[in-house]
T-cell receptor, first 113, second 115 residues
């Protein structure tokens, strides 16, 4: 069975600082990996996805993530955080079309001015 | 840009009552899903639906739950006799299979409050 772990429940960074959110997955085959962002009271917005190919993927809002098979990780990064990035971030793993997504527990990001 | 829509945005009901949550998936998508998120917890898969039948369901999706695609556009989740622990945000999602991957597009959610 697939699983996702996000080790950091809360992270606080200063505006303008760099950010890395960790995600580790467990899946027997090649995973399809996703990062979603959820602002308070809102739905889930896809930030980026990895299916195959280049292991460094670019997403919206200046985010990127790197797939490292050897470490079973798919960490999310941003070089300079903006106050509007404060939200909850979910990593998810899926398989083939039609398969369920399994989400991690989420990381709540707070941004200090 | 096409999007998944859900109605109502907030539903309040009494314990034991039936509720129907509605979703309009993206029009050319073929897979439909329901997920839920209890306040402060992670998003959990409930059920997936393809070709007019359930393709996968979690242990959460017991006999109190059912799904239906009553027409060509709507996808509904029915909870027959709500319990307090059914209070959660319910998300509908849809995807279009192709090239083996599974990018799911989520609706804004329906917040269900059971009193």
């Amino acid at each position: 069975a697939q699983s996702v772990t996000q080790p950091d429940i809360h992270i606080t960074v200063s505006e303008g600082a760099s950010l890395e959110l960790r995600c580790n997955y467990s899946y027997g085959a090649t995973p399809y990996l996703f990062w979603y962002v959820q602002s308070p009271g809102q739905g889930l917005q896809l930030l980026l996805k990895y299916f195959s190919g280049d292991t460094l993927v670019q997403g919206i809002k200046g985010f990127e993530a790197e797939f490292k098979r050897s470490q079973s990780s798919f960490n999310l990064r941003k070089p300079s955080v903006h106050w509007s990035d404060a939200a909850e971030y979910f990593c998810a793993v899926g398989a083939n079309a039609g398969n369920m997504l399994t989400f991690g527990g989420g990381t709540r990001l707070m941004v200090k001015p | 840009e096409p999007e998944v829509t859900q109605t109502p945005s907030h539903q309040v009901t009494q314990m034991g009552q039936e509720v129907i949550l509605r979703c309009v998936p993206i029009s050319n998508h073929l897979y439909f899903y329901w997920y839920r998120q209890i306040l402060g917890q992670k998003v959990e898969f409930l059920v997936s639906f393809y070709n007019n039948e359930i393709s996968e369901k979690s242990e959460i999706f017991d006999d109190q739950f059912s799904v239906e695609r009553p027409d060509g556009s709507n996808f509904t989740l029915k909870i027959r006799s709500t319990k307090l622990e059914d209070s959660a945000m319910y998300f509908c999602a849809s995807s279009q299979p192709g090239q083996g991957y599974n990018e799911q597009f989520f609706g804004p959610g329906t917040r269900l409050t059971v009193l």
